[in-house]
């Protein structure tokens, strides 16, 4: 089990995409809390992936248009977590919206794939523009991450969902009654 710096790692990949585009660039506003610092996660792949892909759909937003990026918890998603079939001890959710992202449900797929993580299903709605990914580790399945992307016309959001099981430390005292 790794643990991994979120915040860390959003900061570094926006000031990495400030520093890299030539011309002009989009406002960039960044939310995360204080004091989430590092999570639980079975690989390094998350990392990869989350630097890779905020760097991605910042580079590919209209320089005239804000980006929104926020992280945050969530205690429950009860019928998130039945329907993948995980039951975490709380979910973050890693949110990237603005008008001027452009970044295509194909893209997405490719891109999971390139980080090792294949779609086990795209799920949607009739006549909704929103679209429910669900990606698993290629090496192993059992870890998931969910993606949701909202093509409204005026504003486009990517959420990454992350089921995060914190290890539970168990008592080194054992009571044995003879």
Known sequence: MERIDLTKTIKEATATFCQNR?????P?????PAIMTDI???DRKLQELVKLFLYEALLTNDPEAEVTVSLRRRSQL????EFVGVQPTYWLHL???GRG??????????????IGYTCAEWVGVAESETRLGIF??????EIKIVFCLDDN???RKFDLLLPVREPVALSGAINVKH
Request: overall charge positive.
């Open 136 to 141: 698993t580790a290629a090496d192993k399945p």
């Open 22 to 26: 030539i011309g002009d660039k989009p």
């Open 40 to 42: 639980p996660w079975p």
């Open 153 to 155: 016309r005026l504003k």
């Open 28 to 32: 960039i506003s960044v939310t995360v």
């Open 78 to 81: 009860k019928d998130l977590s």
């Open 101 to 114: 992202v452009r970044l295509s449900e194909f893209f997405i797929d490719e891109f999971f794939s390139n």
């Open 95 to 97: 949110r990237i919206s």
